[in-house]
């Protein structure tokens, strides 16, 4: 399977720990990118790498979040103080970028399922 | 910034029958890409179809093809001779200059046999 992969697939942690999450993209895709869904809703951009370089940010992503990726292969998504209110499907894309101002599809994972008790 | 609405939360379908989702959007750029994606029960998110805006010409990819009004801002997506695979959640979703996804709050479409 050549596909996106997120790993754990379920997490349940308690208030206040702090979990990581990890991506591996698509082996030849340099864009990554994270977004969060919650139950009933749209998935909301977090954040996106091209190559190891995260180049933006949303005002979603507050400071008990932080985002890697390395060597521009896969990624991790860290939550620190975990809060009740982050629990949420974290999904995991990728795509290969073309000529500059072109669109460049996302393929998505399957995501990681945390739950916050 | 950019605003995606889906103001149809469920819909259903005789399998065989033809089905339109729809989809308006708001945003300030002029060369955005739209897309439809599905995402089944417990399965991952799957593009079904794309649309650049600075084409006129419709996107279809066998079944599933797209009413692109670029003046109205909407992008409805016609499904044809509907299938029960086809039963998921349809969001539909918009990229601008920053490469980001903006999704609306998606569209439950049952498929009934």
């Known amino acids: 399977d050549t596909g996106v992969s997120q790993d754990p697939r379920h997490k349940i942690t308690k208030r206040g720990q702090n979990v990581t999450f990890r991506c591996d993209p698509i082996?030849?895709?340099?864009?990554l990118y994270w977004y969060r869904q919650t139950l009933g809703q749209g998935p909301e951009f977090l954040t996106y790498f091209q190559n190891e370089a995260q180049l933006e940010k949303s005002r979603l992503l507050s400071n008990r979040f932080s985002a890697e990726r390395p060597k521009g292969s896969f990624s991790t998504l860290e939550i620190q103080r975990t809060e009740q209110g982050d629990s949420a499907m974290y999904l995991c894309?990728?795509?290969?970028?073309?000529?500059?101002?072109?669109?460049?599809?996302?393929?998505f994972g399957p995501g990681t399922r945390l739950t916050v008790l | 910034a950019q605003t995606v609405t889906q103001s149809q939360p469920e819909m259903s379908v005789q399998e065989a029958e033809t089905v339109t989702l729809s989809c308006t959007y708001d945003t300030s750029e002029s060369n955005y890409y739209l897309f439809w994606y599905k995402q089944p029960p417990s399965r991952q998110m799957i593009l079904v179809i794309r649309q650049e805006a600075y084409k006129q010409q419709n996107a279809t990819e066998n079944r599933f093809s797209v009413n692109f009004q670029k003046a109205a801002k909407s992008f409805s997506l016609k499904i044809s001779d509907s299938q029960l695979g086809d039963t998921a959640m349809y969001f539909c979703a918009l990229e601008g200059s920053a490469r980001q996804l903006t999704f609306g709050s998606g569209t439950q479409l049952t498929v009934l046999p």
């Open positions: 082996s030849e895709h340099n864009r």
């Open positions: 894309a990728s795509s290969l970028s073309g000529l500059a101002g072109q669109s460049d599809t996302q393929y």
